[in-house]
């Protein structure tokens, strides 16, 4: 009896920071006091703070900087690496300013002789365990231990340095590569898989100096449930932690001149690879990286946002064919559709609710719905043969790598996308090429894909794709303009950083049922009208960051509000794909914002702004995928199934 | 393990976290009771307990790992602890230590291929006044000496049955 | 000269319970903070005070914690009390419970003593039969019970906040404080977490009043404490002597004089040269959860050094740098030294390390493992220099 065949428990996991950890939440105090203003003296800065707010934070919001390592934004506290020690009054030892509420009127200072002393001490035991040298390792110049120990002035290991590794690298994953022998023991990784995204993959094991950070009885990363989101990456203040990087095999295929090496890139990285060149988050530079990239030596550049659009028309219209079986014809269990193009997310669903994978859409990501048209419909009309081509997506996305390399991706008879690359590591290739990008001149992307609609370009941030989808889906089915139903076309319900997001859209009209769908029509996938949904009210919900995706599937198991809902997005990084694992570190929510900012007002500036007015999508249609959307050779080649995993590990 | 075995640990594990109404402080003593009856908690242990007081299974294995107590490795039927700290160091630790290596053939930390003894340095028994001290299992051995090394593995190697209880005050 | 005094044979059982229940929850603690007992399980924290703010604390459920976990090297008076003195210390955790107003207290008992917990669970079984616990303990309206928790063999789990972490399931790992246990312990609840000795003399205060116990001792330091003697004298054992005492004394009672040195306090305490056996035992000075070790002329100090950081690298939790990082390296210093290949300049860096542990750690286990280091190696200079066991290369 096979234990994958068991039904997924039922126990929801509640994993949480221990108590103390959490933001402080202090249980007894003086009433008087719970809500008020405590002061506090910081240095020669005088203030009020609320009541329980932290030195850290006390400090920052008067410009005081006091450096950290374990501490993250995005994170529970830790108060672990004693970098943050500062001199509190009324307490014998050094205390850290990341985690010590302020409680009751205390003097702060942040430097002194035994202040100093412990920071370099810590700097210097860091580095005693820290094998590796700075100019070979990956996190060179955008390293925490790096600034820190240049900022402490480190100059000589005072208690040695390692001059053999003591542990293997571990490269099992396509995705993320882990090397302990730089590690830091700082446990944001841990602290991000457990509490941050519920994964709960890596763990403090063992005690003292044995301590180090594995999986589950140390096995290879490929042999747990890691879902490849690499935002332990994103965390990570130094080299410990990498993405899988291909761009050796891509330098050589861009050297080989047999090979037509094109690069597919997607809206994520426009607005954020300008980090890697000192440029200041949320500055989109897509026509600059174009050049670039044409300069790096790629054949073709082409725009991820094309099958972005594609994959609204597919996904739009497999919702309404279920939509069309669950109203009209009765079937149950097919709704709410959930999204399926964050591959974090399916690998998520896959090992956690592997009972609930009908309810993925079958759709293919963008990134691999290109791949496979790459090699077939580009290859013919370019009359190229398409076993010379090398196919490369320039995706946020770590996961993106365990994506291409997922067996069934090979509808091309061609392993469709060869390489998946990040954001940084896209970075570095341009760089070695020795090209400027914010300087280069802006060109657009190549034919036969062309530029794409703003629709496609919103994907990359949390709400985006569902954005999209309501846009095309309002137009499609009432026969009005997006603009006459929301201000701009843009549905702000869906925007933002909230967790979990609902809206509720009932459908205003009902219009003439698009050519586009009159096969689906004549096979009874759909009504020759759109009477069946007549008073409709459309049910939506986007979660981003995978512990609110199991909130929302924990909810639909138990038959809640979600359990209602007709279609959810679901994004595994937090802020969606902008905040991808393979994005330029570091992150934070300021940083994320700003990129979410950039992509939007991008997307106001384009000449178009729904998926279905895609010329370069209608013509695909017209040329290729002649069956229409959710037709035979969409089904063949844009269309996927799924694996269930089970979260048994042994 | 044998699939019937993985069955029955599955079921006992439900019964101690149902003991425990399914919540985390419960972890200790589940993970105490494996360790008595079956001498190590297992990968299939580890994981059935994180379903059941709903944490995931790496947690698990970073408390099992953590405690000297639990192991994910098999220990053997009897655990020879020795203490290593300064009183017991003053009494004559050194020499019944390599008594116990010389008898049971092994070094520390590790376990007689018989399955039998594992043998292991453990830190401060609170029996300095009595000292050099060991535990074999729940057993108190004090002022223990080289010639009575053999004597109390002799004990252990004699009634090494199904019946045998362990369960003992201070010997010495 | 002070001599033993056998405070703790005399307890009528019950007595304190009884009286305690007699009295309102504020007079209680009054009279414990009348006592001015401090905690004896090393840390020294006032008793009333911690019982004061749990007590204080606005919360639906309170936790009374009995730190059964004696790991400190050279301690064992704990084992004493809990294989003789079981009906007191049961007592002393009612009454605390009484006065904080928790409805559970737990005994975190160290794996190492599992043998004990057959007889205590019954002892307790007892105490429910005759009505000293459970509902409307002896007629009073106090509901209270006591469950006994397994540790399982890791010495930080003797600090409160990584008890408490343990009884919850988790890694024994320090919490960051604060907020302390008193205000957010366990599961988020108020929790007093009290040694077994400060619980069974507060039922002796309960029993026979403050002033009783004030006549023993220092101001500061009131009260008798039990110390836990081994090491190189004629008579180790369990004594119990008024706090204020002086190292020499306590030599001259156990028959140790000649002693090299003192280490008073476990591996975490202090070490006295002989020149500072003038030197007394109280909060003062030298406080001590009650280990007293005694180094005989003929032990080597760097030995004694290696030993207790061995304990302390074991012992970690492994949680924050200074600690984690910085004990093996001062193991590794000592066994430089005792290879004399340790430079003074590297001695030096060892010994502001060392200080850098004591104030930077994130637990009192790292604030203390550096104590004996560099007590040794500033009393015991000549001892540990100029050793020809190595090259006597120097070390960078």
Same mark, same amino acid.
């Given at each position: ?650 | ?172 | ?7 703790? =044979? ?5 007595? !304190? %319970?009884?009286?305690? #229940? +007699?009295?309102? &929850? /504020? ?84 794996? =190492? ?5 057959? !007889? %205590?669970?019954?002892? #307790? +079984?007892?105490? &429910? /039969? ?96 039990? #110390? ?101 390296? #001062? ?66």
């Amino acid at each position: 009896m096979s234990d994958t065949n068991k039904p997924a428990p039922t126990r929801a996991v509640t994993s949480e920071p221990p108590t103390t950890e959490k933001p402080q939440v202090v249980a007894a105090g003086k009433p008087t006091d719970i809500g008020g203003q405590v002061a506090v003296k910081i240095d020669d800065i005088e203030l009020k703070v609320p009541f329980g707010m932290t030195i850290l934070e006390a400090a920052k919001s008067v410009g005081i900087r006091i450096p950290t390592l374990c501490y993250h934004e995005d994170l529970c506290l830790a108060g672990v690496c004693r970098i943050c020690v500062v001199e509190v009054s009324k307490q014998r030892t050094l205390q850290t300013a990341c985690t010590f509420p302020i409680t009751e009127p205390i003097t702060v200072t942040t430097t002194s002789p035994r202040v100093r002393q412990a920071r370099r001490h810590v700097l210097d035991l860091l580095l005693s365990k820290h094998y590796g040298e700075c100019y070979s390792c990956f996190r060179n110049n955008n390293c925490e231990l790096q600034a820190l120990a240049k900022e402490y002035g480190v100059d000589f290991y005072r208690f040695g340095h390692p001059k053999e590794p003591r542990h293997e690298i571990d490269r099992s994953s396509y995705a993320v590569v882990r090397d302990m022998n730089k590690c830091v023991l700082c446990r944001r990784c841990v602290r991000t898989c457990i509490d941050l995204q519920s994964v709960g993959v890596l763990t403090a094991a063992h005690r003292s100096d044995q301590t180090k950070i594995e999986t589950f009885m140390d096995r290879q990363l490929a042999d747990v449930i890691c879902i490849n989101c690499g935002q332990c990456i994103n965390r990570c203040p130094c080299g410990a932690l990498r993405a899988n990087d291909p761009s050796d095999e891509i330098w050589a295929a861009i050297d080989d001149p047999a090979k037509h090496v094109v690069v597919q890139t997607a809206p994520s990285p426009r607005a954020a690879i300008g980090e890697a060149f000192g440029l200041p988050p949320g500055t989109s530079v897509t026509q600059e990286m174009n050049t670039a990239l044409r300069r790096c030596g790629f054949d073709r550049v082409f725009d991820t946002n094309t099958t972005a659009d594609l994959t609204i028309i597919e996904e739009g219209t497999e919702l309404l064919t279920r939509l069309y079986r669950a109203l009209v014809k009765g079937e149950k269990g097919i709704l709410p559709q959930l999204t399926s193009c964050s591959p974090g997310w399916v690998k998520f669903c896959e090992h956690f609710y592997p009972d609930y994978l009908p309810l993925l859409s079958t759709c293919k990501s963008p990134q691999q719905m290109f791949g496979a048209l790459i090699k077939t419909y580009y290859a013919q009309k370019q009359g190229i043969d398409p076993s010379s081509i090398v196919s490369v997506s320039l995706m946020p996305c770590s996961a993106k790598k365990f994506e291409a390399n997922r067996p069934e991706m090979q509808s091309s008879g061609f392993k469709d996308v060869d390489y998946g690359l990040t954001t940084r590591e896209m970075a570095q290739m341009v760089k070695e090429a020795g090209i400027d990008l914010p300087h280069m001149p802006k060109s657009h992307f190549d034919l036969p894909f062309g530029d794409a609609s703003g629709a496609g370009l919103i994907f990359g941030a949390t709400g985006g794709v569902m954005e999209a989808a309501i846009r095309s889906v309002v137009e499609l089915v009432t026969g009005l303009k997006a603009e006459e139903v929301f201000k701009d076309a843009n549905v702000e319900p869906v925007r933002g950083f909230d967790g979990i997001k609902y809206m509720e859209i009932p459908i205003p009209q009902l219009g003439p049922v698009p050519a586009l769908y009159a096969n689906l029509v004549r096979k009874g996938k759909l009504a020759p009208d759109w009477e069946w949904l007549k008073g409709a009210v459309l049910k939506v919900a986007v979660a981003h960051g995978t512990a609110n995706a199991r909130k929302v599937m924990d909810d639909i198991r138990a038959g809640g509000k979600f359990a209602e809902c007709h279609f959810i997005e679901f994004m595994a990084c937090p802020g969606g794909c902008l905040g991808g694992g393979g994005q330029p570190i570091p992150t934070s929510p300021s940083i994320r914002a700003a990129r979410a900012k950039a992509i939007y007002a991008e997307d106001m500036g384009l000449p178009l702004r729904k998926s279905h007015e895609n010329p370069h999508v209608l013509r695909l249609y017209d040329e290729f995928l002649t069956d229409g959307p959710c037709g035979e050779q969409s089904h063949k080649f844009l269309h996927t199934h799924y694996t269930p995993r089970g979260d048994y590990l042994v | 393990m044998l699939a019937s075995e993985r069955e029955s640990l599955r079921r006992e594990i439900a019964e101690l976290a149902e003991k425990y109404e399914h919540k985390r402080d419960g972890m200790m003593p589940i993970l105490e009771a494996i360790q008595e009856k079956y001498r190590y908690i297992s990968d299939f242990a580890m994981q059935e307990v994180a379903r059941q007081l709903g944490v995931f299974p790496a947690e698990v294995y970073g408390v099992v790992s953590f405690y000297s107590y639990l192991s994910t490795e098999p220990k053997g039927r009897f655990v020879i602890r020795l203490c290593r700290n300064l009183s017991c160091e003053f009494a004559g630790k050194q020499a019944v230590a390599r008594q116990l290596e010389n008898e049971l053939g092994i070094c520390f930390g590790e376990t007689t291929r018989d399955r039998l003894f594992t043998l292991e340095y453990c830190n401060c028994l609170g029996m300095c006044d009595h000292g050099p001290a060991l535990l074999v299992n729940d057993d108190v051995y004090t002022e223990v000496s080289p010639e009575l090394v053999s004597d109390i593995l002799e004990h252990y190697r004699r009634t090494f049955g199904p019946t045998y209880a362990q369960k003992g005050g201070s010997h010495g | 000269m002070a001599s033993v005094i056998h405070i703790l =044979e005399r307890y009528e059982p019950g007595s !304190g %319970l009884k009286k305690a #229940l +007699a009295m309102s &929850r /504020q007079d209680v603690i009054r009279a414990v903070r009348e006592s001015g007992i401090r905690g004896r399980g090393g840390a020294g924290f006032p008793t009333a005070v911690k019982w004061n703010l749990c007590a204080a604390a606005q919360f639906p459920k309170k936790f009374i914690v009995c730190n059964a976990d004696e790991g400190e090297p050279g301690t064992f008076k704990d084992r004493l009390l809990l294989s003789e003195r079981p009906g007191v210390l049961f007592d002393g955790i009612t009454i605390g419970g009484y006065a904080i107003g928790a409805k559970l207290g737990v005994i975190y008992l160290r794996a =190492e003593y599992t043998y004990m917990r057959a !007889g %205590l669970e019954s002892k #307790l +079984a007892e105490r &429910r /039969q005759q009505g000293l616990l459970g509902k409307n303990i002896l007629g009073s309206g106090f509901d209270f019970d006591i469950e006994i928790r397994m540790g399982a063999g890791a010495y930080v789990c003797g600090e409160e906040t990584a008890l408490i972490e343990s009884l919850e399931g988790s890694r024994g790992e320090p919490r960051n404080r604060p907020p302390y246990p008193v205000n957010t312990g366990l599961v988020g609840a108020p929790t007093a977490v009290n040694n077994v000795e400060t619980l069974i003399a507060c039922a002796h205060i309960l029993a026979k009043g403050p002033e009783w116990f004030r006549r023993f001792g220092t101001d500061v330091s009131t009260g008798t404490k039990l #110390l836990s003697v081994s090491g190189d004298c004629q008579r180790p054992g369990v004594y119990e002597v008024p706090w204020g005492i002086s190292v020499a004394e306590i030599l001259h009672i156990v028959d140790g004089e000649g002693a090299k040195a003192v280490q008073v306090g476990g591996a975490s305490g202090r070490t006295v040269p002989a020149r500072q056996f003038d030197r007394k035992l109280g909060f003062e000075d030298l406080a001590t959860g009650g280990s007293v070790v005694v180094i005989g002329p003929q032990r080597d100090m760097l030995d004694v050094a290696e030993n207790f950081l061995e304990f302390f690298v074991e012992e970690s939790c492994g949680q924050c740098t200074p600690c984690r990082e910085g004990n093996p390296k #001062l193991l590794e210093g000592v066994h430089l030294l005792k290879q004399g290949r340790c430079s003074i300049g590297y001695l030096r860096e060892l010994q502001n390390l060392g200080r850098t542990m004591q104030v930077a750690s994130k637990c009192g286990l790292g604030q203390s493992s550096a104590n004996a280091f560099l007590d040794i190696t500033e009393h015991f200079r000549a001892e540990i220099l100029g050793r020809t066991g190595g090259q006597g290369e120097k070390n960078e």
